[in-house]
């Protein structure tokens, strides 16, 4: 299996530009999120779901969408880039519905830097 | 709002040490995990202690919960220089979020 990936890697951005970051994980995990790290933060969560068609709010969800048309795939996209957004994202999965009761599997994460 | 909050923020030890740091939280949790972080990757979990606990171990680490002080504790024995990480702590208040502290960075000195 290959786990949890995330593409891209790395990526700049100017203000005002928008784009999509892509996830997706081969364990037919149910439940997913999207975080955001920030130096002297840790992990903040922006969206979540619990399953294909379920999206929900994290704790910082401005500025960004999410959708869940299938079980593996799980994009988040910024709307209009701004340079607050500057940060590493990182995608995780759970087998489990509830999701925070069980071990999160979190992808290598993508660089993001918003000029 | 974060709920976790790791203590220290910083440890240097040296290799062979042991490694202790706290993690409090605010309110009442179904479950508090540890994950790890090396340098530009992702998190990779360590424990998991649910809330009916009080000790877990696993290999060199073991966990502490004490649900009255709303505190929990990562112990490494016999550390080595490969735990040199960010070790991050993570509670579950059953609402299917995942609330993460600013973690601790641990280095390990040969």
């Known amino acids: 299996n290959a786990g949890v990936t995330q593409t891209p890697k790395f990526q700049v951005l100017k203000t005002g530009q928008s784009m999509t970051l892509q996830c997706a994980q081969d364990?037919?995990?149910?439940?997913m999120s999207w975080y955001r790290q920030d130096p002297g933060m840790g992990l903040r969560l922006i969206h979540y779901?619990?399953?294909?068609?379920?999206?929900d709010q994290g704790e910082v969800p401005n500025g960004y969408n999410v959708s869940r048309s299938t079980t593996e795939d799980f994009p988040l996209r910024l709307l209009s880039a701004a340079p607050s957004q500057t940060s590493v994202y990182f995608c995780?999965?759970?087998?489990?519905?509830?999701?925070?009761?069980?071990?999160?599997?979190f992808g290598p994460g993508t660089r993001l830097t918003v000029l | 709002s974060q709920q976790g909050e790791e203590d220290p923020q910083a440890l240097s030890i040296q290799e062979g040490e042991n490694a202790t740091m706290n993690c409090s939280y605010k309110?009442?949790?179904?479950?508090l995990q540890w994950y790890r972080q090396n340098s530009g990757r992702g998190l990779v979990h360590l424990i998991l202690?649910?809330?009916?606990?009080r000790e877990k171990h696993s290999g060199r680490l073991r966990v502490t919960l004490d649900t009255s002080k709303k505190s929990s504790s990562l112990l490494i024995t016999a550390s080595r220089a490969a735990d040199t990480a960010s070790y991050f702590c993570?509670?579950?208040?059953?609402?299917?979020?995942?609330?993460f502290g600013a973690g601790t960075t641990v280095t390990v000195r040969a």
């Open positions: 993570a509670t579950d208040a059953n609402d299917y979020k995942l609330s």
């Open positions: 309110t009442s949790i179904n479950n």
């Open positions: 995780a999965s759970s087998y489990s519905i509830a999701g925070a009761n069980n071990e999160q599997f």
């Open positions: 202690i649910r809330s009916n606990e």
């Open positions: 779901s619990v399953g294909a068609g379920i999206t």
């Open positions: 364990m037919n995990h149910e439940y």
